[in-house]
Nanobody, 123 residues
Framework: QVQLVESGGGLVQAGGSLRLSCAAS????????MGWFRQAPGKEREFVAG????????YYADSVKGRFTISRDNAKNTAYLQMNSLKPEDTAVYYC????????????????WGQGTQVTVSS
């Protein structure tokens, strides 16, 4: 079992950057692919980025490709989402998840979720 805790959200102006962290408990973190999702008010939760257990492979939604970078440090049991060139449409609660394949877009395929961190981008 894995428990996930996100941090690093906040308020930023358009064009700015934020780095989200996802700290995991448990010694099996390095065996899980990880994903980042987001949910804007009134919208469904959507896939943002995924990373394989080793960190060797990544996958991004078209909406964030070239602006966001997912990474992980298995020694620290932590996954990251570096977000650059932020846009107002990136405003959402961001969640990290584990238990699904790193290219899996479907929310129901992930077993473990964090509580989320709010990201607000002002225009």
């Amino acid at each position: 079992q894995v428990q996930l805790v996100e941090s690093g959200g906040g308020l930023v102006q358009a064009g700015g950057s934020l780095r989200l962290s996802c700290a995991a408990s448990g010694r099996t973190f390095s065996s899980y692919d990880m994903g980042w999702f987001r949910q804007a008010p009134g919208k469904e939760r959507e896939f943002v980025a995924g990373i394989s257990w080793s960190g060797a492979s990544t996958y991004y939604a078209d909406s964030v490709k070239g602006r966001f970078t997912i990474s992980r440090d298995n020694a620290k049991n932590t996954a990251y989402l570096q977000m650059n060139s932020l846009k107002p449409e990136d405003t959402a609660v961001y969640y990290c998840a584990a238990g699904g394949y790193y290219r899996e877009l479907r929310v129901r395929k992930y077993d473990y979720w964090g509580q989320g961190t709010q990201v607000t981008v002002s225009s």
